[in-house]
């Protein structure tokens, strides 16, 4: 089963940031919070992920509450191309193989507006 | 950024016939590979673990008979969906974890119809 849990959908304006919730209050001290997004027919793009700081790269932000028991994906202006639907799943991350599984949820269908 | 690559990205085959759905890590090598299955309008699910040079593991109601997994390297891991019938039908996916790093990567997916 998912680990996580997001809204269904999501509606944003374009030029708006949008801001996607996440719930992961069962999150183990050593995993790590992922987001990806998924456009039709793609593959999963990474995004962004995160331990317990905030962390911003080129395309999003990423806030993690002190109790690391939610997050928080932000695009900060949002564009047409943004709609996808975002994954937000908690993973362990070890060097040297292993057998963690990778489970998905059913994510949020992000829809961005002219 | 690090790349995995599908093959092929898409296929279309007679009901009864094998397909083999190759994922290659390009520019890292990946001790463990994940197979994933997703119809259309639902979420990716998990059908595989393999880790290269043992078998994989299966998720409950995967049958391992017919969706063949080899991960024979560290580049590359391959699923043979065997006897495929239209019920097959699906866009699978691989993802990559690097063995270096940790960091998971995903293909760009692979489109099965069966007529």
């Known amino acids: 089963d998912a680990k996580t849990t997001q809204p269904t959908s999501m509606d944003c304006a374009e030029g708006r940031a949008a801001n996607l919730p996440c719930n992961h209050s069962?999150?183990?001290?050593?995993?790590?919070v992922y987001w990806y997004r998924q456009i039709h027919s793609q593959g999963p793009q990474y995004i962004i992920h995160?331990?317990?700081n905030n962390e911003t790269n080129e395309m999003a932000s990423l806030i993690i509450t002190e109790d690391r028991k939610s997050s928080t994906l932000i695009l900060p202006h949002a564009t047409l191309r943004d709609t996808a639907v975002y994954y937000c799943?908690?993973?362990?991350?070890?060097?040297?193989?292993?057998?963690?599984?990778?489970?998905f949820g059913k994510g949020t269908l992000l829809t961005v507006n002219p | 950024g690090a790349v995995v690559s599908q093959h092929p990205s898409w296929v279309i085959c007679k009901s009864g016939t094998s397909v083999k759905i190759e994922c290659r890590s390009l520019?890292?090598?990946?001790?463990?590979m994940f197979w994933y299955r997703q119809f259309p309008k639902q979420s990716l699910m998990l059908m595989a673990t393999?880790?290269?040079?043992?078998?994989?593991?299966?998720e409950q109601g995967v049958e391992k008979d017919k969706f063949l997994i080899n991960h024979a390297s560290l580049t590359l891991s391959t699923l043979t969906v065997t006897s495929a019938h239209p019920e097959d039908s699906s866009f699978y996916i691989c993802?990559?974890?690097?063995?270096?790093?940790?960091?998971?990567?995903f293909g760009e997916g692979s489109r099965l119809t069966v007529l």
């Open positions: 993802s990559a974890e690097a063995a270096r790093t940790g960091e998971l990567f």
């Open positions: 069962t999150i183990s001290g050593n995993e790590y």
């Open positions: 995160g331990l317990k």
């Open positions: 799943i908690v993973r362990v991350v070890s060097s040297g193989g292993s057998n963690y599984k990778l489970t």
């Open positions: 520019d890292f090598q990946a001790t463990t």
């Open positions: 393999s880790n290269e040079g043992s078998k994989a593991t299966y």
